[in-house]
């Protein structure tokens, strides 16, 4: 079974640019999460979707960062305009969300850097 | 909301010895708690968890305890490896549908061989 699948794995911007991030969850996952994780510390979750649907994005900064995800399968994190303090490594990780199964499986992330 | 701590921030060990990671959570409502291991350049890797209707639960060398009336759950290593070192974070949720799990800061365990 393929895992969760991000990209880029790496990213680099300046401050005030926009940047991008993909990801498409382990087939069949109805459940999306993506997770922004500082150095040194534990991931803390963005934004949560239920299929098409958003969950919980109540600790996504809404004036710079959004995502979608469509059509219920990948999903896209988008950051605009960056700050240095979005440094970070951003996680997506998914879950089948049947009832009794709840473990959350993550992606490799992708680790931006704002200069 | 929920608060998720671990308890020591770093872990060193003579390979074979045995690991002991604490973690204290604050809502007594949390029913589900899973232990993600963390290597470098990698995304947390699910290792063990324990639903709140368990005491204990054990997986090879891996095993987790837990005790809701203190609300602190413990991850237990035996016979360490050098291949143990990583980052470790536990993490807490009420477990449903739309679970939303909140981590510690993690601790890293370094095995020396």
């Known amino acids: 079974e393929a895992g969760v699948a991000q990209s880029p794995r790496y990213k680099i911007i300046e401050k005030r640019q926009s940047v991008a991030f993909w990801c498409n969850p382990i087939?069949?996952?109805?459940?999306l999460y993506w997770y922004q994780q500082i150095l040194g510390q534990g991931p803390k979750l963005l934004i949560q979707?239920?299929?098409?649907?958003?969950?919980?994005d109540s600790q996504l900064p809404k004036d710079r960062f959004s995502a979608e995800r469509l059509k219920g399968v990948d999903s896209t994190l988008k950051i605009q305009p960056a700050k240095l303090e979005d440094s970070a490594v951003y996680l997506c990780a998914s879950s089948s969300s049947s009832w009794g199964s709840y473990e959350q499986y993550f992606g490799p992330g992708t680790r931006l850097t704002v200069t | 909301g929920e608060n998720v701590e671990q308890h020591p921030s770093t872990l060193s060990v003579q390979e074979g010895d045995s690991a002991v990671i604490k973690c204290t959570y604050s809502?007594?409502?949390?029913?589900?708690f899973p232990w993600y291991k963390q290597e470098l350049g990698k995304g947390p890797q699910l290792i063990i968890d324990i639903r709140s209707n368990v005491g204990e639960k054990k997986d090879q060398r891996i095993a987790v305890t837990l005790n809701k009336t203190a609300k602190h759950f413990s991850l237990h290593i035996t016979e360490t490896q050098p291949e143990d070192s990583a980052v470790y974070f536990c993490a807490a949720s009420i477990r449903g549908a739309n679970s939303k799990l909140t981590f510690g800061k993690g601790i890293t365990l370094s095995v020396r061989p």
């Open positions: 979707f239920q299929n098409n649907g958003v969950v919980d």
């Open positions: 087939s069949g996952h109805a459940t």
């Open positions: 809502d007594s409502a949390s029913n589900y």
